[in-house]
């Protein structure tokens, strides 16, 4: 899981997901539990589905802002 897909290209990973989160949040913003149980389990779903040597497969899912005060 990565959020750089450069990098992920020249790494080659053999399966690799793309999120588009800050560095080191790779499953979410702090505190949103629902959303990080969700994005595990679609990443264990694409491990299940991903046969494809080199695929890399980008998440859906974009960091959400938190709300100003």
Do not use: C
């Not at 499953?27 to 990443?43: F, H, T």
């Amino acid at each position: 899981m990565g959020n750089m897909a450069d990098r992920m290209g020249h790494i080659k990973p053999p399966r690799a997901l793309l999120v588009k989160f800050p560095r080191g949040s790779m499953l979410g913003e702090p505190g949103n539990a629902k959303r990080q149980r969700r994005i595990i389990m679609d990443a264990l779903e694409a491990l299940a589905t991903m046969t494809e040597p080199g695929t890399i497969r980008e998440l859906p899912y974009r960091w959400k802002k938190p709300d100003s005060e």
